[in-house]
């Protein structure tokens, strides 16, 4: 397919105008968190690192920190478990309705995050009689972080197939044996970038974690929303801000970098 030298400049401007959309507003973050002024001002007039060492002492941040990282972490571990084993089940047995479980698994991800935490809000405290805490966070984040786990093993066991499976069990290996031996270091890449990816979704959740989080709980992204429009908290902020972008990227850049080494048969 030939496309001609006005298409190819029209499109690759459109390409530059879409990145600028996104990553401009999070570079000026990024160089905001170096500002010297207390106020969100433009163009810098100095730059300092005194706010990063202030964020690093502030134990409101410790605490968002602690917090994000422990429902991500649960989160991640949850997804793992039961997307893996959904993809197994969609994937290698025949049953009625494995067509609609497939949907209702993939189903969280493309609803609006109002619509699911206000969902999950009314479960929890009217329904369920439980009150919001750290396990309706863990719970509300699983049910978007198991999609991605489920779609990297669902597409690793279909490229896979069953012959490596067969033919251990035809050398003598039990089921236990092959999956140790055969399936889980086939899928492990997958299953490591499903986590990854799973967990920069779940540090960086705010709409659902609202409707989740109990009274005493604040992760990152609520820690900034809450103090966004506090004066004399406005340069920390921007360096908690920053922070949670370039925490956000590193495990989704990683995450791709396994897709696309897998997929293309090298190593990492």
Not at 94 to 114: A, N
Request: hydrophobic share 50%.
């Amino acid at each position: 397919m030939t496309i001609s030298r006005t298409t190819r400049i029209f499109l690759g401007s459109l390409f530059g105008v879409g990145l600028a959309f996104i990553y401009v507003p999070l570079s000026v973050v990024l160089v905001n968190s170096f500002n010297a002024s207390r106020t969100f001002s433009w163009p810098p007039s100095e730059f300092t690192t005194i706010w990063w060492s202030k964020a690093a002492e502030n134990t409101g941040v410790r605490e968002a920190l602690k917090w994000s990282l422990i429902a991500g972490l649960s989160a991640t571990l949850i997804a793992l478990l039961l997307g893996t084993a959904l993809a197994f089940a969609v994937s290698r047995y025949k049953f009625f309705g494995r067509e609609i479980i497939s949907l209702v698994v993939v189903l969280p991800i493309s609803l609006p995050g109002v619509v699911t935490g206000i969902a999950l809000n009314r479960a929890f405290t009217q329904q369920l009689g439980i009150s919001t805490g750290l396990m309706t966070i863990v719970i509300g984040h699983a049910t978007f972080c198991i999609v991605v786990v489920y779609n990297n093993a669902l597409a690793r066991l279909r490229r896979m197939g069953t012959s490596l499976q067969e033919a251990s069990m035809d050398l003598g290996a039990n089921g236990f044996t092959t999956f140790r031996l055969i399936t889980l270091p086939n899928m492990a890449s997958a299953l490591l970038s499903g986590a990854l990816l799973a967990f920069g979704l779940s540090f960086d959740e705010i709409v659902v974690t609202t409707f989740t989080a109990g009274p005493g709980i604040q992760t990152l992204p609520i820690w900034i929303y809450n103090n966004l429009f506090r004066p004399n908290q406005a340069p920390i902020v921007n360096v908690v801000a920053a922070c949670l972008v370039l925490l956000s990227i590193i495990p989704i850049y990683l995450s791709q970098r396994l897709s696309s080494d897998s997929s293309s048969g090298g190593r990492f």
